[in-house]
């Protein structure tokens, strides 16, 4: 076990608490950051790389025919787990977006390709639920579990905005806690269904769920009724049996008082280590615990923490994410020092020894040497596509400064790009934007101004232009006047002067021959007509 210092190279404010820690191909990544869109990452979705003690961030891109995926905090993400059997991807359903709505929606993330340079393709889709279907939420959980050759997913808990009756001025932003039903819903038909069980009365939110085969358990979690972390846990068994699923639950005596922990998964046994969360609102829970669940249940064990260093101990909150097995990204604020260019400290804890890690990582390294050869084609041809480049320096290409994340290398989106204050009543923000138009994907859709010396650009979204007119203003060579210089909403070219063609006579060549002409009266043309025949 070590606790590691990390240097963010020029990516420290990015990461904030909410975001999500996910693991793809081996690749570390991190999802719902702050500042989306950046030019340099509009997807919103880093590669996250520790090595050196520093940590670097590198924009990942998506395939062509996915779906948009916005910036999400504290949603629900289940991980389809190889180790059961299951391919490798994420499950992420609600969250809370920038400009303050919860989410409701399914997303599907999976691996799409590797690039010859080993960079990774997300592919991401939008699954929709028919039936009884969970509505907006966030600080939920999800599981998969397994039954009788079947899968599911069971979701549950959660904090969502008060119905939409009861809500008022005064509570328009009040959240309370979902009611504490099971969401069970499979991914092959996006049937769900949703089960009330008597020993289940309270909501809660931000707790854990662990499941092993058609078992989940709940952890902890905080409820906003009590305003309490009760030392809960409770056991959920699924049978999905042919007709109707078949739910039971059972309350057992050995919960945690914890909420917003972090779980990682340390190899294919079920064994997992909680660090971190809190057990009251200004007590963080600084003990470390094994996780183990087996075919008689679930067993804690004490593990011993790591050496705790003073602004771990003295800082009121704390945020992470599990960065692989054994391994845990931990941030903790630096609690109002001017000094301090970022706001957040940030360490890796190792629950595995030197030698383990080194192994691990050999290993990796021989995997994704084989992978990246068995994919591609013959040595030679292999040897021609990396311009001379040594198969080795390919798992280390991504450190190039070209490559990484630099928070220095972006201009200040309020002034200039398509992040501008284009009028007085612009209401574009990088930070809440979302697409408008159906040509937008990453950027808002601007419209050029011809009035003024050079004219300016202008988003069309302010200009309240609708969507056919901002076609038919994107084609052609058409001059648009804004509303602030109080032209014409756009006003056709001056149509091109007709030139009249010219009229070309030909040239009479000199000393030209022309054959001899001979004029007959009709009397000789009859003699000789006559002479001939």
């Not at 804690?300 to 054994?326: C, Q, V, Y």
């Not at 419209?447 to 203003?473: D, K, N, P």
């Not at 063609?501 to 009709?522: A, Q, Y």
Request: glycine share 10%; net charge negative.
């Amino acid at each position: 076990m070590s606790l590691q210092p990390l240097t963010p190279v020029n990516c420290g404010s990015l990461l904030q608490p909410g975001c999500s820690l996910l693991q793809l191909d081996g690749e570390v990544l991190l999802f719902g950051q702050k500042g989306w869109p950046k030019r340099s990452c509009p997807t919103g979705v880093f590669g996250v790389r520790l090595k050196h003690g520093e940590m670097k961030l590198r924009a990942i891109s998506f395939s062509n025919d996915s779906c948009y995926l916005p910036p999400l905090r504290c949603p629900a993400v289940c991980r389809l787990d190889p180790y059961d059997g299951l391919p490798e991807s994420y499950l992420i359903h609600g969250g809370r977006t920038p400009n303050n709505e919860i989410s409701s929606s399914l997303y599907l993330l999976t691996m799409d390709s590797r690039g010859c340079n080993r960079k990774l393709t997300l592919c991401c889709k939008e699954k929709e639920l028919v039936g009884e279907v969970p509505g907006a939420r966030y600080g939920h959980t999800m599981s998969m579990v397994q039954s009788r050759g079947k899968t599911a997913c069971v979701l549950f808990g959660g904090r969502s905005y008060m119905p939409a009756g009861e809500r008022t001025t005064e509570t328009w932003n009040s959240v309370v806690d979902c009611p504490p039903q099971v969401f069970l819903f499979d991914l092959e038909f996006g049937c769900s269904s949703a089960h009330t069980l008597p020993e289940l009365s309270d909501g809660q939110s931000f707790h854990l769920a662990l499941a092993r085969e058609d078992c989940v358990y709940f952890l902890g979690g905080h409820s906003l009724t009590s305003d309490s972390r009760p030392p809960r846990l409770f056991r959920l068994r699924v049978e999905l049996l042919q007709g109707s699923p078949l739910l039971s639950c059972e309350t057992l005596d050995t919960g945690i008082s914890i909420s917003s922990a972090i779980i990682t998964r340390t190899g294919p046994a079920h064994r997992y280590i909680i660090l971190g969360g809190y057990q009251a609102d200004s007590q963080k829970r600084m003990e470390c615990s094994a996780v183990i669940l087996n075919e008689k249940g679930i067993h804690f064990e004490h593990l011993e923490t790591p050496k705790w260093i003073p602004d771990i101990i003295h800082s009121r909150t704390w945020f992470g994410g599990s960065a692989g097995e054994g391994s845990v990204l931990l941030g903790v604020p630096t609690e109002g020092r001017p000094s301090q260019q970022d706001m957040h400290y940030f360490y890796q804890v190792n629950f595995q020894s030197e030698g383990e890690g080194k192994e691990e990582e050999g290993l990796q390294g021989c995997s994704q040497e084989s992978t990246d050869y068995d994919d591609s084609t013959p040595l030679e041809d292999s040897e021609e596509l990396y311009f001379g480049r040594e198969p080795h320096e390919l798992l280390d290409s991504s450190d190039e400064e070209g490559d990484i994340y630099n928070e220095d290398d972006e201009d200040d989106e309020s002034q200039t790009g398509y992040w501008i204050k284009c009028c007085l009543g612009c209401q574009v923000d990088p930070n809440t934007w979302e697409p408008f138009y159906s040509t937008e994907l990453h950027r808002p859709a601007m419209i050029f101004c011809s009035r003024g010396e050079g004219g300016h650009w202008v988003h069309a979204q302010c200009m309240e232009l609708s969507e056919t007119l901002l076609l038919r203003l994107s084609q052609g060579s058409k001059k648009y006047f804004c509303q602030d210089h109080g032209g014409l909403p756009y006003q056709e070219t001056t149509p091109p002067r007709q030139v009249m063609p010219l009229k070309r006579t030909p040239m009479k060549v000199k000393d030209r021959k022309t054959p001899p002409t001979f004029k007959m009266s009709p009397a000789k043309k009859s003699f000789f007509r006559r002479l001939f025949d």
